[in-house]
């Protein structure tokens, strides 16, 4: 499973901008996110044309412009952003769907084991909203997980 820069970043600067956003009207300036994350300003700005045209974000011009967010923290889900900015979650090395990744366009023996493993990825991000992330809400106690020492 590789998850590129595109979808890393684009989670980094929507977790920057509901931190941000503490009013619904107020919209926060890209260069603002992009110093704060130590992210290039033009590539925010490809990464935000993408959530913009996937109603993640809505742009404000002028005096006081930016953007913010098109739904609530709590409604937003880290695979929609990720899907947003065109970042797959597979991870098989499968490059059609339907098609093996071998030679011949037979599955290899793990594809399954994989596809699987994608399936749980997407399903974990789709479960963790911005609301969680920026809340700190994501790892259960030490004690819970039975790896108190």
């Known amino acids: ?9 684009a989670v980094m600067a929507m977790a ?7 009013e619904p009207c107020r919209a926060v300036a890209l260069a ?7 992210i290039s300003l033009s590539y925010l700005e490809q990464l935000f044309a993408r ?7 809505q ?12 739904k609530t923290a709590a409604e937003t889900s880290i ?3 990720v899907h947003a900015v065109d970042e797959p979650l597979r991870a098989t090395r499968c490059s059609v769907q339907g098609k093996g990744c071998m030679l011949r366009g037979e599955r290899c023996l793990t594809h399954d084991l994989w596809a699987d493993l994608g399936d749980r990825i997407e399903d974990y991000l789709a ?3 911005l609301a969680d992330v920026i809340g700190g809400r994501l790892r259960a106690p030490l ?6 020492a």
């Open 51 to 57: 959530l913009r045209r996937k109603g993640l974000v």
């Open 143 to 148: 004690a819970a997980n039975g790896a108190a």
């Open 127 to 129: 479960s963790v909203s």
């Open 79 to 81: 695979a929609d952003i």
């Open 32 to 38: 603002e996110i992009a110093a704060r994350q130590e």
């Open 59 to 70: 742009s404000a011009r002028g005096p006081g412009g930016g953007y913010r967010l098109a």
């Open 1 to 9: 499973m590789r998850l590129s820069t595109k979808g890393r970043y």
């Open 16 to 22: 920057d901008l509901a931190r941000r956003q503490t």
